[in-house]
């Protein structure tokens, strides 16, 4: 009994602190200049903190909505470029194509390697979704790979980080170009060569897709030039400082080439 006697009274006795506390709060702001603005102002303060609080732990759990729209904006103004590119291509033809050299599909990487000699990522696209080997896979900062085995929802893209993979490169300004290929050691850099010893390089110089390959997309923005060295007095080799960092991809698309089959029809029939 003693102890339900003394917990009411400390509880009355809060209760009572409680209420003469918010009344002198009332007196001084009713009453006082200077204290109205100082509690106003704090109030305003947690008000704003607790606003910021808010919207951050909002904006958290919606990053990934807000990020996938975000590609499929992308993947829209991709495949309106290509279609562009295709139609100033052929503005002075007699018949102008209405389908893009190039379509985009996006998707989303599962898994992806980088510290291996052969490097890959798997994406949650398969051949229910057109996806099928052979096709490329970019962003628009750089080129990933190529698919090389497809299921129904998923596909493995062998990374162009890896023994033997070679994409054609060109420098943006002269136009020069050649293939490039990864060093095995960092992820962020690759190799230029080929480059004929008379091109001037300048450190900072851009380096981009030449196009003349059937998988990639012409002058998709791959790097800058870090460094430049001779090779055996006959050529140029370039570092290059990839713009695509491959150890933070989530997004990509793959590309199909819509002319593909003619081109490699070409092949074919050549001597």
Avoid: C
């Avoid at 090389?148 to 990374?159: L, N, T």
Wanted: hydrophobic content about 40%; proline content about 4%.
């Amino acid at each position: 009994m003693n102890n339900r006697s003394g917990l009411l009274s400390t509880l009355s006795a809060i209760l009572l602190f409680l209420v003469l506390a918010a009344f002198s709060i009332v007196l001084v702001v009713n009453n006082g200049a200077v204290q109205r603005f100082r509690l106003l102002g704090t109030a305003r303060d947690l008000q704003a903190w607790g606003w910021t609080r808010t919207d951050n732990i909002r904006t958290f759990f919606h990053y990934r909505t807000e990020n996938q729209r975000l590609v499929e904006e992308n993947l829209q103004l991709q495949q309106q470029l290509a279609r562009y590119q295709t139609a100033d291509r052929l503005l002075d033809s007699v018949a102008v194509r209405v389908e893009p050299d190039f379509s985009y599909l996006s998707a989303n990487i599962i898994k992806n390697t980088v510290d291996r000699q052969h490097n890959h990522l798997i994406i949650d696209r398969g051949r229910k979704d057109g996806i099928e080997p052979g096709l490329g896979v970019v962003t628009g900062r750089g080129v990933i790979g190529i698919v090389d085995a497809v299921g129904d929802h998923y596909a493995y893209v062998i990374s162009i980080l890896g023994a033997g993979q070679t994409v054609s490169a060109k420098l943006a300004e002269s136009g020069a170009f050649g293939p490039m290929t990864w060093p095995g050691t960092r992820p962020d850099r690759m190799i230029l060569r080929e480059i004929p010893v008379h091109i001037q390089v300048n450190p900072g110089d851009t380096v981009v897709t030449s196009g003349y390959s059937i998988i990639y997309p012409p002058d998709i923005p791959l790097g800058s030039v870090v460094s430049t060295q001779v090779s055996q007095g006959a050529s140029k080799e370039l570092a290059i400082a990839l713009f695509e960092d491959f150890r933070a991809l989530h997004s990509v698309y793959v590309v199909r080439n819509n002319q593909q089959p003619e081109i490699e029809a070409l092949y074919e029939q050549a001597p």
